[in-house]
């Protein structure tokens, strides 16, 4: 048996075992793989907004083109920082509702077009039993949602009795998928172990 | 003003968006693009917020050396030689990516592979014929796995054309109600809080 | 005193360590990684609507393919990459690969790399026949819409690499993420953003068609919007890559992936049925 000699490949693999090993039950070496793992993505996060964001704006925008109308939203971000203080933490409001007004207004402007496009795609000749169907799938799982009309009316009811069953169908296959899903990640896994590291052959 | 002003603000850039998409004028005076560079600024000056969580949770376990204290140094003394590294050499330099292939990239990929085993595990122990939801649930679930794979036509010829067929009739439809159900939640969202009537994201703070 | 046994052996069976369920996993599909067993893989009709879609581009048309995913969904979204970059120079479409997640942009060349590996295309020349834009930071709404008014603009003028687009004639040729530059779009979706906010941002406003490749998880979702007409075709998961190889004639690192799936699909499945009859064997205790 091979085994490879990229020290990359050695470091990955054993900290791969590590995550494996909580598995078996918490240990020393996966409570350090952990703690590193996320210390280094927010370390990774921090320079990547730097390079990014903080340093383009800086010598680019301000300095360079002389933005300095950008000092405005660059301290309204500075103000989250004011949340560690207690008689200065309102101020954190700031940032948050700009992010918050203008995310919001993203969702009004946008999503409009998309959601006309299931609306309308819903509407569909009854001429097979697939389109009965669907469209049948559609309204109750929109009844079982649907709390403005009281559900003592029997239409909204009985539509809703089915919606439930509707989404416990499609609850089950979403399981069913998840599952799938969750193989493809492992199986990557357990190639990069036997395959990268231990070079046991070829997929 | 502590309440008022960030709520006109949450109100202004709002509209702002939405003047921009639907009205002319707002495209052609560059409303949007203006309030979009401020949301990104401000969002690129808070991106260390994370960081002093992490460092003021975790330098208190140090400090008062709590137990697991040494883990907490492990993190702060990650977090801070990274952000020394790539604030000097960017994240595409050598050793920062060296790093990132070597050690992010596979745990990170670990900890989604692991879910795998808890998902199994959990098929075992909890999916149980108690009730008639549960049974519609299981047995939907146990179709689609196998009729998704090559192994389900192998053992029943057509299985998989029946997984497939549910995906896109009843399940796709489901997915729909539920995609338009929060399509409409989603936009009643942002009215209210564009209008102003939800206002949880300024709470949780003290001093106003 | 058989009831008795029989019951001890069914509360046996429900109290078993997990630790031995997961040793089963591990040993199940490290057997078939190291020996595979080659089940059929019949085609769906969504892989060949995708397969023709793409076959519909003219020659010398131009695709845009987005990795809207990292590492973590390699196994099921990279080969999706691999075989349409593979489908679309077999037939001279030109290939425009950006990434809406910021180790998309890895995805992408790593996709590339392994594509141009293969002496059937050491004639495809980098800047002409394919660009990889990569990743721009600013968010998907704002590079998208950016891009499809000025895509130069919106790259900073690079390419993924940091290489001026001036130096490459693709680069420069396709000047907006529009139809009148670009044929046909596909999203390769492992979350958010993914191929919704191209389809807000992209394909809503321009027209430009869009096609998804997307995880099984996300399966019915977007299957949603293809039977709505709004993506145009999709491939579906890890076996829609694996049926997509296939089609090409093109056998790769999904259709081998299937043997793995199905041990594990069947291996999950009788735990469920093994889990029910312990706990309808032992429910009265």
Redesign the interface.
Known sequence: MLISTD???W???L??IA??S??YKDNPAW????????????????????????KP?IMDDLIGRGYWS?I???L???A??T??S?????M?????????????????????P??MG??T??FRLFNSF?NI??????????M??FFTISRENPVVKWGAWA??????????????????Y??N??L??IN?LLIDWLEMGAL | M??E???L??????????F???FYLGEVWGLHDI??????????????????S?T?IHGRNIQRRRE?WP??L??????????I???YQ??EGTE?R????????????????????Y???A???V???RTR?AT???????????G????G??MISGW?DL??W????????????????G??G??A???R??LGLERA??GG???? | MERDNEQTFWHKMLA?D?RI??SI?FVFVAYIVLFPIG????I???TENFYSTVEAIPEGGIIWLDCAF???SWGELGPMVEATMRHSFNNNIRVVLSAMWELGGRMAAFALDNVLEDPAYEWVEYGEDVINLGFRP??A??VLRGATRDVYETYAGVDHDGNPLDDYTLGMEVERLHPDYVDFSVVYESGSPGGQDWLQYVTEPTGLPMGIGII?MS???A??FV??GQYEAMI??G?GAAEYELLLDQPGEALAA??V?????????L??I???IA??ATKDD
């Open positions: 020290p990359q490949i470091v990955g693999a900290a791969t995550v494996f909580y598995m409570r350090v793989v952990e703690h590193a793992y996320v210390g280094l993505t927010a370390g990774y996060t921090v320079g990547y907004q730097f390079h990014t964001r903080i704006t950008y405005i939203p660059i309204i971000g500075l989250i920082y949340r560690f207690p008689s200065l933490t309102w954190a409001r700031y940032p948050l509702s700009l992010w918050v007004g203008y995310g919001s207004g993203m969702v009004l402007a946008f999503t409009v998309p959601m299931q609306i795609g819903t697939d169907l669907y469209w049948l799938c559609v309204v109750t799982t929109l079982y949602f919606g439930r069953w509707a989404i416990m169908v499609c609850l089950g296959a979403m399981f069913g998928n998840t599952v799938i969750r193989y990640l492992l990557m896994r990069y | 502590r309440k002003l960030p709520l603000l949450t109100t202004v850039f709002g509209l702002i968006v939405v921009s998409k639907w309030a979009e560079s401020w949301v990104l600024i401000s969002q690129g000056f808070a991106v260390a917020i994370g960081a002093a992490l003021r697991d883990y907490s492990v993190l702060l003394v990650c977090m801070y030689f990274y952000i590294l790539t604030l960017t994240v920062a060296w790093i990132y292939d070597a050690y992010i990239t596979p745990v990170g990929s670990a900890l989604f592979g692991t879910i795998a085993f998902i199994t595990s098929a075992y122990r999916f149980r014929v939801e519609v649930l299981m047995i939907f679930a146990v179709v689609t796995m196998l998704m794979a090559p192994i036509d192998v998989g997984a497939r549910l995906q896109d009739v009843p399940v796709g439809a489901v997915t729909r109600g539920i995609l338009i159900a399509y409409i989603a936009l969202t942002g009215m809080i564009v994201h300024l703070f003290t001093g106003g | 078993i997990r369920l997961y996993i089940l059929p893989v019949p769906s009709a969504h990292q590492e973590g600013g968010g709404a704002a099984a399966i019915p979702s299957a949603a039977d709505a579906p998961g076996t299937q043997d799936l199905s041990v594990g699909m069947l291996y999950v499945t735990l469920i093994l889990g029910n706990w309808v």
